[in-house]
């Protein structure tokens, strides 16, 4: 399939103000799975918003759709960040299929920098199509996937009073004997950022189970913070 041309402009103009020396120093802080044209995100961003200030959004649906698939089949990690980027300033006019794309993209070019950003996203959708969450969010757990599983424990960060505890505690015990990095982390992040609504019971679930010292840790950061 021929690049949108929509994309294609986009693609020129970050290849023209790409700058090796920055390109070098992300892929080695990427641990060089992807390549970079060598945009630091204020200049990535700046350029965006400029080209879209000129060419608008993708239209909703088959445009944006392919396109947002097109720019993560590239190689540069500058075009997934614009895939995310294309999602989240039309998410409003979005449908409840989008987490079909969503789960896609989070199992695509996977890395902690866009699972975490997709997962932002993922928290939005759930906001408006609350009836999804159960049944998609027990697959991501049930599916022994590593980023569909961060996900399902981080989706809720920003819910506050409105954070299903019961879930998000079922989940963490879920992959509390897991050894993955990512996971322990986004257990202890879950933890943390929940311990700034409702500290006590954080902390009682972190004394009553048996939880990974990592995950743990990254909890008491803000219970320390809250006095417990």
Do not use: C
């Not at 299929?97 to 996203?121: G, H």
């Not at 027990?138 to 996900?151: D, F, K, P, Y």
């Not at 996971?183 to 500290?199: E, I, S």
């Amino acid at each position: 399939m021929k690049t949108d041309p929509w994309l294609r402009e986009l693609q020129r103009r970050f290849a023209e103000a790409g700058d090796p020396a920055v390109s070098e120093g992300q892929m080695a802080y990427m641990r060089n799975q992807f390549s970079f044209y060598g945009l630091k995100a204020p200049v990535w961003v700046g350029l965006f918003r400029e080209y879209v200030a000129e060419a608008g959004y993708p239209a909703y649906g088959g445009q944006l759709e392919t396109i947002v698939r097109q720019a993560y089949r590239e190689e540069y990690r500058e075009l997934h960040y614009i895939a995310l980027q294309i999602i989240e300033k039309t998410q409003k006019k979005s449908g409840a299929d989008l987490v079909d794309l969503l789960e896609e993209l989070i199992r695509k070019n996977s890395w902690w920098d866009t699972v975490d950003w997709i997962a932002k996203l993922v928290g939005i959708h759930f906001e408006r199509y609350p009836d999804q969450i159960g049944p998609i969010t027990e697959r991501w757990m049930a599916s022994g996937e590593l980023w569909l599983q961060r996900v399902a424990l981080i989706y809720q960060l920003r819910y506050k009073e409105r954070t299903d505890t019961r879930r998000l505690f079922r989940y963490i015990l879920q992959v509390a004997d897991s050894k993955e990095f990512f996971l322990q982390k986004a257990a202890g992040w879950a933890l943390r950022q929940h311990a700034k609504t409702d500290p006590a019971l954080v902390a009682a679930f972190i004394e009553k189970e048996r939880l990974p010292a990592l995950t743990k840790r990254e909890a008491r950061k803000q219970l320390a913070r809250e006095g417990y």
